[in-house]
Nanobody
Framework: VQLEESGGGLVQTGGSLRLSCVAS????????MGWFRQAPGKERDFVAS????????FYADSVKGRFTISRDNAKDTVYLQMNSLKPEDTAVYFC????????????????WGQGTQVTVSS
């Protein structure tokens, strides 16, 4: 599956952004989907994950209560709604897909998007 993210940009502290990731291919429903992020000079970190049906979601502690992951299988799209953004949320955000699992793990990701930049100004 090929992934393409959109929706990044520059926002002030406390603002909101919604990232989208569109998948190509006919097997989207067999994939758990996730979002990861990478700040300059740092490793790529897990942000959120959602199972194939949307019934199970997982979040990093740093984003719980502020970010929401969701998916629309009819549109082959996964979203990341980001509210109450902080400067430490600044990073390149990557969409990820892993087939036949409940939660996406970085080591098992089968497809990555190209990334979209999110910058939060203080």
């Amino acid at each position: 599956v090929q992934l393409e993210e959109s929706g990044g940009g520059l926002v002030q502290t406390g603002g909101s952004l919604r990232l989208s990731c569109v998948a190509s291919g006919r097997t989207f429903k067999t994939f758990a989907m996730g979002w990861f992020r990478q700040a300059p000079g740092k490793e790529r970190d897990f942000v959120a994950s959602i199972n194939w049906s949307g019934s199970d979601t997982f979040y990093a502690d740093s984003v719980k209560g502020r970010f929401t992951i969701s998916r629309d299988n009819a549109k082959d799209t996964v979203y990341l709604q980001m509210n109450s953004l902080k400067p430490e949320d600044t990073a390149v955000y990557f969409c990820a897909a892993q087939q036949f699992v409940l939660k996406v793990e970085a080591a098992g990701v089968q497809s990555w998007g190209q990334g979209t930049q999110v910058t939060v100004s203080s």
